[in-house]
Nanobody, 115 residues
Framework: QVQLVESGGGLVQAGGSLRLSCAAT????????MGWYRQAPGKQRELVAT???????NYGDSVKGRFTISSDNTKNTVSLQMNSLKAEDTAVYYC?????????WGQGTQVTVSS
């Protein structure tokens, strides 16, 4: 019943910007945390950014100062504003939602940064 719908991925030049969005649909109660993770070819999935229900944020070291996460708890949505993009940011980005002791994942959206 739970689905995460992602949008905003695409191709962008180095130094450019991109905004990802994710909406959680279905019967969902008291989401504790929402966020974004990414996985590049040959690498493990890594943290990009998370935000709790209370507004506390956490960022991966490689994106601090460049990416900004935000959420709307009333609509169960989360967004990721990505600025000053680098070729190293190229990866599949996954939306994540945690609630009632369970993790849910989106299908992933491709972000490609050309140099």
């Amino acid at each position: 019943q739970v689905q995460l719908v992602e949008s905003g991925g695409g191709l962008v030049q180095a130094g450019g910007s991109l905004r990802l969005s994710c909406a959680a649909t279905g019967i969902i109660f008291s989401i504790s945390r929402m966020g974004w993770y990414r996985q590049a070819p040959g690498k493990q999935r890594e943290l990009v950014a998370t935000i709790t229900r209370g507004g506390s944020t956490n960022y991966g070291d490689s994106v601090k100062g460049r990416f900004t996460i935000s959420s709307d708890n009333t609509k169960n949505t989360v967004s990721l504003q990505m600025n000053s993009l680098k070729a190293e940011d190229t990866a599949v980005y996954y939306c994540n939602v945690y609630f009632r002791w369970s993790d849910y994942w989106g299908q992933g959206t491709q972000v490609t940064v050309s140099s």
